[in-house]
């Protein structure tokens, strides 16, 4: 149930934690892309290569991959556009450059790591995601996006 507004007596609208939905959106990205390829071993790349013959399920699995993967990589192209992708890029770079130059990262090491790479992706995939829904609710639309040119 909602509060009442102390003031108003209304009842005032729920915040919206736009941090957590940051983290889950990076959660659920790392996740699909995880579950598309690691090096683990334990994914549909490995999964389809390991196998005698492509199966029904498969294929199914991988169809629903592909269309994941469309999904939110056109949310997140729509959202932010090339040159919010570079910047969102380059907002990710200026931390770890920070963390590197503090001490805590170390960004040669890290970058052999095809799981960096992996988590930089989510992480752009998230920020498109989240810029969506601040730009709806900041507008007041209901659908932020728009259809492609």
Known sequence: MKAPDKRTGTERPRRRGYLLGLVRGVLAAEFLL???????????VDWVLGADTLTALMAVAGIALLLAHLVM????YVALRPIGIIASLLAIGTVLLAGST???LNLTLLAT??????????????IGINWTKLQSRMSGERGALKAPP
Not at 73 to 76: F, N, S, T
């Open 73 to 76: 990589l056109r949310i997140a």
């Open 113 to 126: 790591y095809s799981d960096f790479w992996i988590f930089l992706a989510a992480c752009v995939f998230s």
């Open 102 to 104: 503090v001490g805590i």
């Open 34 to 44: 995880l579950a598309t390829w690691n090096r683990t071993g334990y994914s549909y």
